[in-house]
DNA sequence: AGTCTTCTGTACCGACTAGTACACAAACCC
DNA sequence: GGGTTTGTGTACTAGTCGGTACAGAAGACT
């Protein structure tokens, strides 16, 4: 079934780059400048490859964001998934939203969310990157969603609250945090705007 | 002083299009598709103008973008100033965030909050205006601020409380909300976020 | 009438956009 | 060595970007 086995033996001539490392230049460039905000010319320099090697390599710059975003979401997103781990409803708020003030502004990375700002608004020839942002936004809220089922079925949620809308409530501010991020918000006040959350988060 | 009376008198040529009339029109587009994504072909189609009466008329698509926010700061998001008039900090956040809901997916207009996805990431070239649009935020959230701090002065919000974490905090929902609504929230999902924000808002 | 002033329409500018054709280089195989 | 395969570098494409030159049109003033 599986027909590589290890490294599987290169044919023609090696690559003369990095290609991950390159996927991580690209990201951080989308992450800093948009989908739209970025051009190819941006690209191709800042990964150190000209052009026809990056379109064999990655596709086109459509197929290039792509890629850029499954990596984010398993690199530095992937707090996310890990506060959904948490034993309580306030403790995956209080995870997800502490992990997002420093996600947010992690120094060795552009500021913000890629997901939020890759491309909120754009021309219309953007537009399936634009929904597929969308998507990846309605993805979190989703399985936020789902957690704050589990944890009023647990009790660990008044059988008042609304797991929905109190998961649009958390996406919510994590996505206008991102927002702030971007405008130039310290660490420490986005972990105030996580601790306003928290102080007024619904108890039993 | 005043020099122009009334109408002024026209001299040469009158415009063929009403100023008023395109200014909204650009405003929508921008509102639409940000600032990077509209572009000047857009415009004049939209506007029913060609180029250099566009030109003429706004200077170039940095100064039309900066009257269309003009324009939307003074109509569209005026809700903002009416709800810093109500007499509590509380009253204050639901006639903010209950009015945001309804601009923001108001059917007459685009989704979403132009001063936040208007450059939220761009290209360099377009610095200028994301930055004008990073000091908007910054206002409204310093404006509300200042009304927090003065409903802690008249005993309206906890003498624990921080004014400027809780605008900082009021301020992040409403730019998730923007997010939201252009990712498709309803009118009434909206209203919950705000909803869920007035159930934990801090009392005496 | 003529003149002055302003706006309109066309046609254009150079710069930049995403994407590619093609000749050549570098590895592998036999 | 030759042959095959794949990546690199240059140089180019067609189309779009924001912005403008210029000729003529439409009004007011004298």
Request: charged share 25%.
């Amino acid at each position: 079934m599986a027909t590589s086995r290890t490294p599987a033996p290169p044919l023609g001539r090696p690559r003369a780059f990095d290609a991950e490392e390159a996927l991580t230049r690209a990201l951080r460039l989308f992450w800093q400048k948009g989908y739209e905000g970025t051009s190819m010319a941006d690209l191709t320099e800042a990964m150190g490859i000209n052009k026809p090697s990056l379109y064999a390599a990655f596709g086109n710059k459509e197929d290039l964001f792509r890629k850029a975003l499954e990596r984010y979401g398993e690199g530095s997103a992937c707090f996310i998934g890990e506060a959904l781990t948490a034993p309580t409803a306030r403790g995956v708020v209080e995870k997800f939203l502490v992990g997002a003030a420093e996600q947010l502004t992690n120094p060795e990375n552009p500021r913000g969310c890629l997901v939020v700002q890759g491309a909120l608004s754009c021309a219309t020839s953007s537009d399936p990157v634009r929904q597929e942002l969308v998507e990846r936004r309605k993805g979190y809220e989703k399985a936020i969603a789902k957690r704050f089922q589990k944890a009023k079925a647990e009790g660990d949620l008044p059988a008042s609250a609304n797991a929905a809308d109190l998961a649009r409530y958390v996406a919510a501010v994590h996505q206008g945090m991102a927002v702030q991020a971007t405008s130039g918000a310290t660490r420490q006040e986005l972990k105030r705007v996580a601790q306003v959350v928290l102080d007024g988060w619904p108890s039993k």
